[in-house]
């Protein structure tokens, strides 16, 4: 072979060689182009018909990476529709009124708090003409403790009594009730006649561990009352509200873990569920502890003229709570003004009764209380002081007008009683006041 054939033979070789180098890097790049665009192609097929025959929606970003991710543990049933979250709503409860025929439950004394406002260390009570006792423990959701949606509900409850009128003692005390033996002396045999609400300082978690106590499974949620602050008036407000729930209860006594009962209950129930008029006591005052109290901030929704001045020591009618629990006028004024050294537990109510509802009270308060002393505290009595003289005096000592008629019979309730002194009216109630 010639070197001439040689070389044409040994060029076309290369060439071949060089065609086939550059060839073998786009057949592969085109592979591996190819693969990938195939696989992904085949996942938006199976993507898509997922989301298509799927009828669970879960609440994420990416609902449409189900398929790959594990839908949250709350998952919704697949048959229930999903809709936008709501805001947390209170949810209160209150129990339908009961004839006061039904027969009366093996339990303890009266009903009358909602369900939905029992304290956290209570128990649920259902409502009741009879008032059974607690039957199962209840937890309290944070938002029905709000005050206003509680003074809303009781604002709107039924403002004539349903059932047979029950009374209704609201105790706002500070820690514990030391007279409560007395007490469930007092109340015993007459269940279905009364309710009983006690408001302590949160901090205080004791309370009545015997079933058969009044006191058993009575305590409301309640605040920190501080003395002559309008959180006294708040507190007042919170018993009224949650008494307001048992729609059964007609007339509403506040009371102090201090009071003593110094008549029977037939007496007491009879006096009040039948007076025509509420007991709030009522007047004016010229001097530094009356109208020198008033704020001139507080016109034109109270001017001076109308401030009044009054015992803490309340009665009111189921009409006239209401009116006081849905009163959005004058409450905000006294609680934006009425600060410091004004003691609104003494003015807002005799000032708002004048003002709203005058001629309804009485001017005089059913709880008796020893002022003559001077200084911003009554007097306080010890075991050597209740006598049985003096207990007497208590009881007729007075005269006063009662439905239109004078009485000896004026106050029903005496304070402050140190509870060393509760042996003695133990002693005593049988024979001078008629119980226990």
């Known amino acids: 072979m010639s070197t001439k054939n040689q070389k044409q033979q040994q060029q076309h070789v290369a060439l071949q060689m060089a065609v086939a180098a550059m060839a073998t890097p786009c057949t592969i790049k085109l592979l591996l182009f190819a693969?990938?665009?195939?696989?992904?192609?085949?996942?938006?097929?199976?993507?898509?018909?997922?989301?298509?025959?799927s009828t669970t929606s879960y609440a994420l970003p990416g609902a449409a990476l189900g398929l790959f991710f594990p839908p949250p543990t709350a998952k919704l049933p697949s048959s229930s529709p999903v809709r936008a979250?709501?805001?947390?709503?209170p949810v209160l409860q209150v129990a339908p009124a009961v004839d006061a025929r039904s027969p009366p439950?093996?339990?303890?004394?009266?009903?009358?708090?909602?369900?939905?406002?029992?304290?956290?260390?209570?128990?649920?009570?259902?409502e009741s003409s009879e008032g059974e006792r607690p039957a199962g423990a209840a937890s309290i959701k944070k938002e029905e403790d709000d005050d206003e949606e509680l003074m809303s509900r009781a604002a709107a409850a039924p403002r004539s009594v349903v059932g047979a009128p029950k009374v209704a003692f609201l105790f706002l005390a500070k820690w514990d009730l030391p007279m409560a033996p007395l007490w469930d002396k007092f109340?015993?045999?007459?269940?279905?006649?009364?309710?009983?609400?006690?408001?302590?300082?949160?901090?205080?978690?004791?309370?009545?561990?015997?079933?058969r106590s009044a006191f058993y499974g009575r305590h409301i949620p309640s605040k920190e009352v501080r003395w002559g602050?309008?959180?006294?008036?708040?507190?007042?407000?919170?018993?009224?509200?949650?008494?307001?729930l048992d729609h059964s209860n007609a007339r509403f006594l506040l009371l102090s873990e201090s009071h003593v009962p110094l008549f029977d209950f037939p007496t007491v129930y009879s006096y009040l569920v039948n007076s025509t008029k509420v007991f709030v006591e009522s007047y004016d005052e010229l001097g530094g502890t009356g109208r020198g109290r008033y704020k001139r901030g507080m016109a034109p929704a109270v001017a001076a003229w109308q401030w009044r001045k009054g015992s803490q020591w309340f009665e009111l009618?189921?009409?006239?709570?209401?009116?006081?629990?849905?009163?959005?006028?004058?409450?905000?004024?006294?609680?934006?003004?009425?600060?410091?050294?004004?003691?609104?537990?003494?003015?807002?109510?005799?000032?708002?009764?004048?003002?709203?509802?005058?001629?309804?009270?009485?001017?005089?308060?059913?709880?008796?209380?020893?002022?003559?002393?001077?200084?911003?505290?009554?007097?306080?009595?010890?075991?050597?002081?209740?006598?049985?003289?003096?207990?007497?005096?208590?009881?007729?000592?007075?005269?006063?007008?009662?439905?239109?008629?004078?009485?000896?019979?004026?106050?029903?309730?005496?304070?402050?009683?140190?509870?060393?002194?509760?042996?003695?009216?133990?002693?005593?109630?049988?024979?001078?006041?008629?119980?226990?």
């Open 35 to 53: 693969i990938p665009l195939a696989i992904g192609f085949a996942l938006g097929i199976v993507a898509t018909l997922s989301l298509v025959s």
């Open 85 to 89: 979250r709501q805001p947390s709503q």
């Open 105 to 126: 439950a093996p339990v303890a004394p009266d009903a009358g708090i909602s369900t939905a406002y029992v304290h956290a260390a209570a128990v649920a009570v259902p």
């Open 187 to 211: 109340f015993q045999g007459h269940r279905g006649l009364y309710s009983v609400y006690v408001h302590t300082d949160p901090a205080f978690n004791a309370s009545a561990t015997d079933q």
């Open 229 to 244: 602050h309008i959180s006294m008036v708040e507190a007042e407000r919170r018993l009224l509200a949650h008494a307001l």
């Open 317 to 436: 009618d189921r009409a006239l709570a209401a009116s006081v629990v849905a009163d959005a006028v004058y409450f905000p004024v006294f609680r934006r003004h009425c600060t410091r050294n004004c003691y609104a537990d003494e003015h807002y109510l005799p000032t708002f009764l004048h003002i709203r509802h005058r001629g309804a009270a009485a001017k005089r308060s059913v709880t008796w209380v020893d002022w003559s002393h001077g200084g911003p505290h009554p007097s306080r009595f010890t075991r050597m002081e209740v006598t049985v003289d003096f207990l007497r005096w208590l009881r007729g000592g007075t005269t006063c007008d009662y439905n239109g008629r004078t009485t000896t019979v004026c106050f029903l309730f005496a304070r402050k009683f140190l509870p060393n002194s509760l042996t003695r009216f133990l002693r005593f109630a049988p024979k001078l006041m008629g119980f226990g």
